[in-house]
């Protein structure tokens, strides 16, 4: 049974406290414990799905001094000190969506060398991830692309990006809105993102193996 007990709207309302303490307090109490229970959930699951052993990471948001935090997240990843220079996956929320995510952030040092195996794949890629699935090359920003609405050029072009610029990240994955019914079904929730990772799990490998 898990320890995930759905989303609600107060979590939501979490992002529009003022202030930077404040909101850190609610974050803590409130959306962290949430997040860290899902991604326990899931771990045992992404780790048989990869092959690598899975450990959960919730955001701290500890570099921040002034401005409350728009988003927040738990990752999963292979290393038990961090996340960040490592391909991952993410659960998290802005005050608008819950986002379920593969990720490639800058600090990741194999990120030039994962865009070339992106661009190398680009066709198969686009036919592994449905065309619902949403592509991100910012996780700072909450806009997403939607695959199906991407011409060639432009799916291709968010490859190449990676290769060439030295802040650029890729993220895809879905999106869930506030009023989505999945968000207030523990189960149904934790199956979406079960799912969602298997479908996800190819990038995964490609960034594995682009060393």
């Known amino acids: 049974m898990s320890d995930f007990t759905g989303f609600s709207q107060k979590d939501f309302d979490v992002f529009s406290i003022p202030g930077l303490e404040e909101r850190m307090e609610e974050l803590r109490e409130r959306i962290s414990p949430k997040l860290d229970a899902i991604a326990t959930e899931l771990a045992p699951d992404v780790?048989?799905?990869?092959?690598?052993?899975m450990f959960?990471?919730?955001?701290?948001?500890?570099?921040?001094?002034?401005?409350?935090?728009?988003?927040?997240?738990?990752?999963?990843?292979?290393?038990k000190r961090g996340y960040k220079k490592l391909p991952h996956f993410q659960i998290g929320m802005w005050e608008s969506h819950v986002f379920i995510w593969f990720a490639v952030i800058y600090e990741n040092p194999v990120k030039e060398?994962?865009?070339?195996?992106?661009?190398?794949?680009?066709?198969?890629?686009?036919?592994?991830?449905?065309?619902?699935?949403?592509?991100?090359?910012?996780?700072?920003?909450?806009?997403?692309?939607?695959?199906?609405?991407?011409?060639?050029?432009?799916?291709?072009?968010?490859?190449?990006?990676?290769?060439?610029?030295?802040?650029?990240?890729?993220l895809c994955g879905i999106h869930l809105s506030q009023d989505d019914d999945q968000l207030t079904d523990p189960d149904a929730f934790i199956h979406l993102c079960r799912d969602t990772f298997q479908t996800l799990e190819p990038l995964y490998r490609y960034a594995k193996h682009s060393n």
């Open 47 to 53: 780790t048989a799905m990869t092959g690598d052993e």
């Open 56 to 79: 959960v990471h919730v955001a701290k948001h500890a570099r921040r001094t002034t401005n409350p935090p728009n988003d927040t997240w738990a990752a999963l990843a292979s290393n």
């Open 113 to 170: 060398a994962f865009g070339e195996t992106l661009l190398q794949h680009k066709k198969e890629i686009k036919n592994i991830i449905p065309d619902h699935f949403v592509w991100s090359t910012d996780h700072t920003k909450p806009d997403a692309f939607v695959q199906g609405e991407m011409s060639d050029e432009k799916f291709a072009a968010m490859f190449t990006r990676l290769t060439e610029v030295k802040k650029a990240e890729i």
